[in-house]
């Protein structure tokens, strides 16, 4: 039988586990929890850091790309928990602390981190349960981000990311901002009328009571179709009173 040497074998573990995190695990389990408990308002930032983890464990060493796999095989047995050990959450902040993924977000994990561990250390919560209540009631302060852009960016960012693997999540958003700005106002309708559908889905789910301006094209096209109307609802009269005249004659 063929000896597989020390060198092989270290090579097929990296391919396994970088098979492994990238189809399988892909930050998925570990960033929902932590993200869903402690700060549901960064809804749109978290598919931004799901794309950025991508190109964040290529450039792991293979020791961090072992640690981080056992990590995540611990946090998919405790999935069922509502929260995180604040020990959990601090080898996880360890694991990723790359300079990649601070240039990539709009919102940095260190000042993140910082926040929801002055938010454990105050004495006001006593357990999971009153934590997680208090996250439900949380105020979003800044408004949700969702443009005609973005949903843009949703689509095609990730047919560009399988096609140019190699490229960074900065220069394919630099290229699709292009691609954006060149295109005709005709072509960007579709986006306009997606994102006022998810503005709606999105404040509905969260209860609120906000009216949204629909977007132009749909004022011009109504207004484009009650011009029609009108103008058939005065020909219709026009050929009835024209009738009625030639039968009083």
């Given at each position: 039988m063929?000896?597989?040497?020390?060198e092989?074998?270290?090579?097929?573990?990296t391919a396994?586990?970088?098979?492994?995190?990238?189809?399988?695990?892909?930050?998925?389990?570990?960033?929902s929890?932590?993200?869903?408990?402690f700060y549901?308002?960064l809804?749109?930032?978290?598919?931004q850091?799901?794309?950025?983890s991508?190109?964040?464990?290529?450039r792991?060493?293979?020791?961090?790309k072992?640690?981080?796999?056992n990590?995540?095989?611990?946090?998919?047995?405790?999935?069922?928990?509502?929260?995180?050990?604040?020990?959990?959450?601090?080898?996880?902040?360890?694991?990723?602390?790359?300079?990649?993924?601070?240039?990539?977000?709009?919102?940095?994990?260190?000042?993140?981190?910082?926040?929801?561990?002055?938010?454990l250390?105050?004495k006001?919560?006593?357990?999971?349960k009153?934590?997680i209540?208090?996250?439900?009631?949380?105020?979003?302060?800044?408004?949700?981000?969702?443009?005609?852009?973005?949903?843009?960016?949703?689509?095609?960012?990730q047919?560009l990311?399988?096609?140019?693997?190699?490229?960074?999540?900065?220069?394919?958003n630099?290229?699709?901002?292009?691609?954006?700005?060149?295109?005709?106002?005709?072509?960007?309708?579709?986006?306009?009328?997606?994102?006022?559908?998810a503005?709606k889905?999105?404040?509905?789910k969260?209860?609120?009571?906000?009216?949204?301006?629909?977007?132009?094209?749909?004022?011009?096209?109504?207004?484009?179709?009650r011009?029609i109307?009108?103008?058939?609802?005065?020909?219709?009269?026009?050929?009835?009173?024209?009738?009625?005249?030639?039968?009083?004659?």
């Amino acid at each position: 039988m063929h000896q597989i040497s020390k060198e092989e074998q270290q090579q097929t573990g990296t391919a396994m586990l970088d098979e492994y995190c990238r189809h399988y695990s892909d930050f998925n389990k570990i960033l929902s929890i932590y993200i869903k408990n402690f700060y549901p308002q960064l809804h749109f930032e978290f598919e931004q850091l799901l794309d950025a983890s991508y190109n964040i464990w290529h450039r792991l060493t293979d020791d961090k790309k072992i640690s981080l796999s056992n990590f995540l095989e611990e946090i998919s047995q405790e999935s069922n928990h509502s929260i995180l050990p604040s020990s959990k959450i601090k080898t996880f902040n360890d694991l990723i602390n790359c300079e990649s993924l601070e240039i990539n977000l709009k919102y940095p994990l260190n000042r993140i981190n910082n926040k929801m561990n002055e938010k454990l250390n105050t004495k006001t919560i006593s357990s999971c349960k009153t934590f997680i209540s208090k996250n439900k009631k949380l105020i979003i302060k800044k408004p949700i981000t969702i443009t005609p852009f973005h949903i843009y960016l949703k689509d095609e960012r990730q047919k560009l990311m399988n096609k140019y693997r190699k490229m960074s999540i900065n220069d394919i958003n630099k290229c699709l901002s292009k691609r954006w700005k060149k295109m005709s106002n005709r072509m960007k309708y579709n986006y306009e009328y997606r994102a006022y559908l998810a503005k709606k889905r999105l404040y509905k789910k969260q209860g609120k009571l906000i009216r949204l301006k629909k977007p132009s094209f749909i004022k011009r096209i109504s207004s484009k179709t009650r011009q029609i109307k009108n103008k058939k609802q005065q020909l219709l009269s026009n050929t009835f009173r024209s009738n009625t005249s030639i039968r009083t004659k």
